[in-house]
């Protein structure tokens, strides 16, 4: 019974739960789908049963070559040999910041966390102590800490709800006029620059201008975007110079670290607060960082995700045509894609159908390609997908 699990929710990380991958359990034709994995490698997953899938999950994001990547993993395994942690500061930490810095030059300075929310509430922090001010306006999702949450989330005291206010994806005159609205108030804009469509150009354009207008941080939540789209993700991909970015999940391919970086004089402002962590300067996942950054440059990964990933999404729009009693739009872009069903119905069963022949494909955002999917792996998940949504009825 569900309620016998000791981890209550049934998982720590609540998008891994069956019901949220799978949709809520009852009777259908399928099998029961996969509920705990027992190991992972390349694209591949295997469940407590043995059984193997073909994975789009990739750990929701958090891996771009692959998991169990061997430079990865042998990096790791050097760290874990030299100990792990220490009294003192790991060499590592700098060598890794002198690395990110050269990839990606709006990064001037950086400090390491573990986890993306916490990251993205280091910015936050430091875009508030640049600028003296209290309010933030966000788009997007920037992880479970009490800054961000919206009204449905209880637990938030309502003097930190009503600090942060969301802006519309791609609307460029609401977001203009909250921005002007907050004026000299407002701390920092902090956006997820792809929320299931691509960005415009004037949307990208009035946050620049409009949060140097008021004299506010622009922070850019480069979490799903970064070591994707491109090295330095949406805002190279795009153009844009964000004052702010945190970085995370593909950094360290599935190890735990994130990062907050950016302007220099922004970053300094860590010697007015407080943001530090016992355990940001464990050498594990620095090293996994240092390699995966190592890989992929020189493998060319962003330009791998782009072209398997375009492939997918090509075959994604034939089948919203085959099937459009089923399938009513694809969403995202071709690193980071899915497709929008008819219904919660729907939805359910093609993401079970799929799991029955081996296929583990998000049914919300965001399904994501990495180094180990090539094109006859891409090849055989459409014709997984097309079997599955030829047996959905309309
Ligand atoms: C854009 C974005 N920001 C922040 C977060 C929070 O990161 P974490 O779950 O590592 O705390 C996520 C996680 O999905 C994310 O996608």
């Known amino acids: 019974m569900a309620s016998d699990w000791r981890v209550p929710g049934f998982t720590s990380t609540a998008s891994k739960r069956p019901d949220a991958l799978f949709g809520a359990a009852g009777d259908g034709p399928s ?30 994001g958090a891996v771009a070559l692959g998991y169990g990547h061997p430079a990865v993993n042998g990096a790791a395994q050097e760290a874990i040999a030299s100990g792990v942690v220490g009294p003192l500061a790991p060499v590592l930490e700098e060598e890794l910041a002198v690395a990110l810095c050269g990839a990606i030059p709006w990064i001037e300075r950086v400090r390491f966390l573990k986890t993306g929310a916490e990251a993205v509430a280091a910015a936050v922090r430091l875009g508030r102590v640049a600028t003296g001010r209290d309010r933030v306006l966000g788009c997007g999702y920037h992880g479970w800490l009490d800054w961000c949450q919206g009204g449905a989330v209880q637990g938030v005291p309502a003097a930190t709800r009503e600090l942060y206010a969301e802006l519309p994806f791609n609307d460029v005159e609401r977001t203009r006029a909250e921005i002007r ?67 995370g999940k593909a950094m360290a391919n599935g190890f735990p670290l994130a990062a907050v970086g950016g302007r220099a004089d922004l970053m300094s ?76 119905e729907v939805s359910r069963s093609v993401a079970r159908g799929c799991a029955a022949r081996g296929l583990l494909f998000k ?32």
């Open 363 to 394: 049914r919300t955002a965001y399904n994501f390609v990495s180094l180990a999917h090539d094109e006859s792996t891409v090849d055989r998940t459409l014709a997984v997908l097309e079997e599955v949504l030829g047996g959905v009825v309309g």
């Open 269 to 344: 402002g860590v010697a007015h607060t407080w943001i530090s962590s016992t355990l940001a300067t464990e050498s594990v996942a620095l090293a996994a960082a240092r390699a995966t950054l190592q890989v992929t440059v020189a493998e060319g990964v962003c330009a791998h995700l782009h072209q398997v990933g375009t492939q997918l999404l090509h075959g994604l729009h034939r089948l919203q045509h085959r099937y459009p009693h089923a399938v009513t739009g694809v969403a995202g872009v071709a690193e980071m894609c899915f497709l929008n069903y008819a219904s919660e």
């Open 181 to 247: 609205a907050v004026g000299d108030r407002l701390a920092v804009v902090v956006v997820e620059p792809v929320v299931v469509e691509e960005p415009r150009r004037e949307w990208l354009d009035a946050l620049r201008g409009e949060t140097a207008r008021v004299g506010a941080v622009l922070v850019f939540d480069e979490i799903k975007t970064a070591f994707r789209l491109a090295l330095g993700g949406a805002a190279e991909r795009y153009g844009v110079r964000p004052d702010l970015v945190v970085l």
């Open 31 to 60: 099998p029961p789908p996969p509920e705990r994995m027992a190991r992972a490698a390349g694209c591949r997953v295997w469940d407590e049963a043995g059984r193997e899938y073909v994975d789009y999950i990739m750990a929701l």
